[in-house]
């Protein structure tokens, strides 16, 4: 199990997962952790009965009997195979738990290069559009100043026309004045005709 999810051989590394995973839901953590605990008990009954058998061979001179020596031996095998049992263990658990982290990291990573590629792509539709919403006001700008200098054109002839018009209520004026004084000097003709008319009917008579 160590060996599988320490180096990946195809899909046994996600197997191995899956299996930890299992065993760390539901009851499989209140299993391992009876289990654990047990061969705990065994490791230390084992180290307990080698220390007392070498305490009797010591206390003897060094001379152990063969059946202390059998069981020394099989106390010694029992505590080497727990001891490495639950050394590999705690050395899958830390696997397990590094390997979970790393597929997460991974996945976070991924996660955030799509949003730096979508963040980019966002970015350069902006700047597309910046260079586009500048291309239009710079066409609005010059279209209003296109219309600027036509307003402005307007606004010459209009004030050329208004001076015309000035110009022309003048000499209409200075026309009406005129004319006025040219029907009193008609008036006035027309008076001295018909005074000189009526002198020369008095001659006459």
Partial sequence: ????????????????????????TG????????????????????????????????RLGGNVSPM?????????????????TLFLAILIDRLHHYLKKLILLRKTVATSREETERLQNENR????????????????????????EKLQKVKNESLEHERRAVIAEAHVAALQKQSEELLLEYDRVLEDNQMLQAQVLSCRE
């Fill in 1 to 24: 199990m160590a060996f599988l999810m320490a180096i990946k051989v195809g899909p046994l590394r996600d197997l191995a997962m899956k299996g930890v995973d299992g065993m760390k």
């Fill in 27 to 58: 009851r499989g953590p209140a299993t391992v952790k009876t289990l654990a605990c047990t061969m705990a008990v065994i490791l230390a009954s084992s180290v307990y009965s080698l220390l007392r058998i070498q305490g009797r061979g010591a």
């Fill in 68 to 84: 202390d020596q059998v069981l020394w031996r099989t106390h010694l095998l029992e505590a080497s195979l727990i001891g490495y």
């Fill in 125 to 148: 539709t902006l700047r597309e559009s910046e260079g586009k919403a500048s291309a239009e006001l710079k066409k609005i700008q010059t279209e209003l100043a296109t219309f600027n």
